[in-house]
Each structure stands twice: as C-alpha cells, then as structure tokens.
C-alpha cells in the first residue's frame, strides 16, 4: 500500500523529486494540508511561511531544468522557532516585550535553503528551548500528553508528517527526547560537527543543532548537508565531512555494544526497559557483541550539568533580568533564568572539571567498545500538567526523570541518536539512544540503521 | 542578640553578590526553587577533582580562525 506524500520519508521521496515523476509543489501542498487539517489539536508549528509554495515552485522549475541539487530538493522541512530564518519571524518561544531577533538565516537554514530545501514553517520551542514541556503542543500519539522538549514543536509535527524533517536544538537532550516519544529519529551530532551560528544560544557549551527525521537515512541526508565547518560558531571544528549515507546498510557483526548498567538501568519504567533490552540483544543476535560496564562518576552529573546551564543562560539573559523582562517569562523558564544567579564560579569551574573526568572516563569505555545503547528517556510522554511521574516504583519528577541519560552526552559533547524501539502499554512510542566517539557519526549511524531495517516502528503512524 | 536573619544590611548584601534586586517574596521563590539543583551540586562540591583541568581551555588563537578551516 502507498503511504500518502506526508507519511513518507526523504528516502523514497528524493528519487521521485528527482525524476520528476512527484513535484515539489504537490509534496509541499501535502504538508500544508495537513497542518490545515490537524495542527488546531497539535499547535506544533507557530508560524507557516507564506512563501512555502513559492520555494516549491522554483525548486520544481530548477529540477526540470536539470538542476537537482541533492536528496533534500523540494523537501518541506521544519524550523525550530530557536533558529533565525530571513523570511520567517523568530521567537524562541518568548512574548515577553523588547525581545526580538534579526530576519537573516541561521547556518542550518541557510544551507537547507541551499540544498533545495522547503522551509516550510516554524515549529514551537519551549521558551529559550529552556524546559521539556513545549506548550502548548500536544503529542500526536496522545493528545493529553506532552511531546517533550523543547524541540517538542518539531517532534509533533514530524510524527504527525506535517513536514518531512525538522530541525532541533539539543542543550541537554531537546533533540533526542522529543524524537523518544513521537517515535521519530533525533540526531545530536557530536559538539562541534553542526554549526550553531544563528541558533538563539541557551548554553554555549551545551548547545547542539541538528535534524529530526522519519528515518535513519534521513538522518544520514539531513546531516550530509547540515555538518560542516563554519567560522561563525567558536565551537565549529573543521573535522572531515563523510557522506553519511555509506554508514547505511553495513552490518554490525563484529561491533562491540557497550551498555552502562548503572545509570542509564537503575531506574526506568518496565515496558522502557523491556523494549531497550530486547533492542541490545537484536543486535547482539546480528553479530555484534555486549560489553557492560559501569560508571560511577555518572552519579555527580545531574549537578554538573545544572551549574553550566543555568550559569550560561543566566548570563545570556543578564540584560533581560537587569531590564525587569523576566516577568514576563513563562514561570517555569523565569525561575530557571534568575536562579543561575545562585551557581557561583567555583560551582561553575567544578562542573567544568567534572566534564573532563566524564569525557576521559567514555574514552577509556571506547577503547573496547564501539557505540553505548541505553533508552533515550526512563519514561514514554507523561501527562499534560503532571509534574510527577513513577519510575521504578517510586515517584520522580518529571524534570529528573526524563532527560537523565541524554544530557551526559551534551557534557561529553560527544554524537548520540534516538531511534524508535517501540511502544509501551499505553501505546506510547519508546526510544533507543546509541553514542559514539567523537566525529564518529558514521558508526551511530551504521547501528542505528542495522537496527531500525529489522524493524518496522518507523512505518507505525498516530491516528489522528 | 543579632543573628543574621535580623541584619539590617542582609537584603543589600544579597542584591551586590546576585547582581539583581529581587523582592523579599521573588528571593524566596528562587531560593526554593533552587533547594533540589543544591543538592546536586552539593554533591559535585563533594568530589575530588584537584588534578582535573577544567573542559575549558583558553585558546588565543580563536579570533584568528578564517572560514574554510584553520
């Protein structure tokens, strides 16, 4: 059976652009539909650009003209409202008066746009991509419940195929935890690879951009033309740029998993559990072979991580408190701006030498193994409201909870994916999150791939 | 006898080390809001890590970096 335009990936949607036989117009007029359709109970996009079918128009005549430029030609992606785009207003999620950003384009944009991309529109971001709500959006597989965050806005609207990627911003998981319960694929390529010029910054060190996808592949495209070095961003490093769709379809006999049994095991929900154990041992079934391990400096991260970002953000905010603009704040964010006050310097510079230990303590885990499995989040989407939820038998808040095995790798700066690995009772779609050395994307990839083909989560949709 | 809760001067003090005039009540909030990530960092305070240079590291020669690589 043919999925419709929307529910299809740039995997089978770029040959057809290119031969012509599917016009950038009808797959753009597809996605614009459905937002129509079904983004009134979602709310995942706060702006939609007006030109999105002029973009698809000229792509089309480009492409008749034998101008293809690559997979993402004529491809509608989404915009998390944290990146600046030059004819899309930006936000970052804020109403707050005396705030506002330039209309230029954001490196990211930019070289989508160059690729041939369709900006399609701008998906909504927890405020200052602070927090792991994104109200108001709504999850698609459950109305009631939260897409996580901040890239939330991007998550719901790519599950729900409003568009056919979408970009996110990660400072402590924002990419990987939305992509974990909207049963999408959320890359954060490792810190360095994708340039952050143009994102609104939350915390400098922390902070990654990078694509949420339907698939691997996409993943693979997506950052074919998203990594790079670029001058703009301090962070940016000139690292050689692979075509990271060869890292697909290779098998993984003979890698080596390695899985953290503290941390990222002590405490998740069952069906979590259940679903991230039966993934290492399909993979372990392929030919790969398990190697736990066990670290315990991962048990003084929760403070490290903390002092930075919210040290970094309140120093980003600084002119806004100084102004008496943090009122205006959702509340949850303004408390988290003003409090980084109350991080002292020696709190800060400890964080940062925890952080070194930490990357040195994952090095010495690469020297015998390949990649790291874990869940992406202990928890599937929470409720609406719930600021508590249980995990292994005992409440925990939700703030706690759900990005404890994702930020280790915004310390660690170093490539994590979430793929799909599937639902739990509730219906309630489950991540995988797999890491890897530095600039070795290929290698997550390459996993991440094996394991989603032998697999059909990705072809499950919501019912909307 | 005067303890620190009823120093005259304790307000003024906080507002110069915080860098912002917070009222009573909004000091109060932010304090409890704070309480749970304490206990974190309290945590890291606790760790050894005297041999450990921080992940940050100066380096003179970033303004020198021109597109295309370094």
């Known amino acids: ?464 | 006898m005067n303890g620190p809760d009823l120093d005259p001067d304790r307000d003024v003090l906080y507002r110069d080390i915080l860098g912002i005039d917070f009222t009573p009540e909004r000091l109060g909030e932010n304090l409890a809001a704070f309480r749970d990530i304490l206990v974190e960092i309290e945590k890291l305070r606790r760790l050894d890590l005297t041999d450990v240079h921080p992940a940050i590291i100066f380096e003179p020669t970033a303004p020198y970096r021109r597109e295309g690589g370094e």
């Not at chain 1, 384009?105 to 900006?119: E, T, V």
């Not at chain 1, 949420?212 to 961003?233: E, F, I, K, P």
């Open chain 1, 1 to 464: 059976m043919t999925r419709p335009l929307w529910a299809q990936p740039i995997e089978t949607l770029a040959p057809k652009l290119r031969t012509g036989s599917l016009s950038p117009v009808a797959l753009t007029q597809a996605c614009l539909e459905r937002i129509e359709q079904v983004d009134s109970r979602l709310q995942s996009f706060i702006h939609v650009s007006s030109a999105a079918l002029e973009q698809a128009h000229h792509a089309e005549q480009e492409i008749k003209a034998g101008g293809w430029r690559g997979p993402l030609h004529g491809i509608p992606v989404g915009v998390k409202d944290n990146y600046l785009t030059r004819d899309m207003p930006t936000t970052a999620g804020t109403t707050a008066p005396g705030i506002s950003f330039p209309l230029r384009d954001s490196a990211a944009a930019g070289r989508l746009r160059n690729a041939g991309a369709i900006l399609i529109g701008k998906t909504r971001s927890h405020e200052f991509a602070w927090g792991n709500v994104t109200p108001p959006v709504r999850n698609p597989w459950d109305l009631t419940r939260v897409p996580s965050g901040s890239s939330g806005g991007s998550g719901a609207a790519l599950a729900a195929g409003l568009c056919t990627a979408a970009l996110g911003s990660d400072t402590g998981g924002s990419i990987r935890m939305p992509a974990s319960v909207t049963n999408t694929v959320g890359l954060k390529a490792t810190f360095g690879r994708v340039s952050r010029d143009g994102v609104v910054p939350h915390s400098w060190s922390l902070d990654h951009a990078g694509p949420l996808t339907r698939t691997v592949a996409d993943a693979a495209h997506m950052l074919n033309v998203l990594a790079g070095y670029d001058a703009a961003d301090p962070a940016c490093q000139a690292q050689p740029t692979p075509d990271y769709t060869k890292a697909l379809g290779k098998p993984v006999k003979g890698l080596r998993l390695g899985v953290c049994r503290n941390h990222f095991f002590e405490r998740n929900q069952e069906d979590v559990e259940r679903a991230v154990e039966q993934a290492i041992g399909d993979l372990a079934a392929q030919g790969a072979s398990v190697h736990e391990f066990r670290l315990p400096i991962l048990e003084y991260g929760l403070g490290a991580i903390f002092a930075i970002e919210l040290a970094s953000s309140t120093a980003y905010h600084d002119v806004s408190i100084r102004a008496g603009r943090t009122p205006h704040f959702q509340p949850d964010v303004r408390s988290l701006v003003e409090i980084g006050r109350f991080v002292t310097g020696a709190d800060y510079l400890k964080a940062e030498q925890y952080r070194a230990a930490l990357m040195e303590d994952f090095r010495k885990v690469f020297e015998t193994t390949d990649v790291v499995l874990g869940p992406t989040t202990p928890i599937t989407a929470w409720k609406i409201g719930e600021w508590t939820v249980e995990v292994g038998g005992r409440q925990e808040s939700v703030l706690a909870a759900s990005w404890r095995f994702t930020y280790p790798y915004n310390l660690t700066g170093l490539p994590a994916i979430s793929v799909p690995c599937g639902f739990d009772r509730q219906g309630l779609p489950i991540g995988l999150q797999i890491a890897a050395r530095p600039f070795d994307e290929m290698t997550l990839l390459r996993v991440a791939h094996a394991y989603e083909r032998a697999h059909e989560w990705k072809d499950r949709f919501p019912d909307l």
